[in-house]
């Protein structure tokens, strides 16, 4: 009983604790040009980062055609330190277009700027809003 307590104590010294990413959590875009939105769930995906569309929704708040939802709308993005993400891609479901992006976390870490280029044709995906 000794050396299994002296084992938890030692264990519980020398755990790391799993720090969740401040861009972790569920996030509000900005309307696309049909004016719909969506909420996008950012979290860990093997060593990167990704985002899942949870839900959709027209521009007055009601359900959107679910067809999108479970996809991946942001992928492979990693930390650049600062609240800083790049290297990733964003899926831009209204143009079916994949955009090389970058984000930001911004408003004291309550919106994510997001940005996107394909070639030379650079799109301003605007500042999402934290949900959750």
């Known amino acids: 009983m000794k050396n299994t307590l002296?084992?938890?104590v030692f264990g519980a010294i020398l755990a790391v604790p799993a720090v969740a990413d401040p861009v972790?959590?569920?996030?509000?875009?900005?309307?696309?040009?049909?004016g719909n939105y969506g909420h996008i769930q950012v979290k860990q995906c093997g060593d990167t980062?990704?985002?899942?569309?949870?839900?959709?929704?027209?521009?007055d708040g009601s359900?959107?055609?679910?067809?999108?939802?479970?996809?991946?709308?942001?992928?492979?993005?990693?930390?650049?330190?600062?609240?800083?993400?790049?290297?990733?891609?964003i899926w831009a479901p209204d143009r079916d277009k994949t955009y090389s992006s970058k984000m930001e976390l911004v408003d004291g870490g309550n919106g994510l700027k997001v940005k996107g280029c394909v070639a030379i044709i650079c799109r301003d995906g605007?500042?999402?809003?934290?949900v959750n």
């Open 24 to 34: 972790f959590g569920t996030w509000k875009t900005i309307p696309d040009d049909n």
């Open 63 to 89: 359900a959107a055609d679910p067809r999108h939802v479970g996809k991946n709308i942001v992928w492979n993005m990693t930390s650049k330190g600062n609240g800083k993400y790049g290297g990733g891609k």
């Open 6 to 8: 002296v084992a938890a």
């Open 49 to 59: 980062i990704c985002g899942e569309l949870i839900a959709s929704f027209e521009g």
């Open 126 to 130: 605007g500042t999402w809003t934290r």
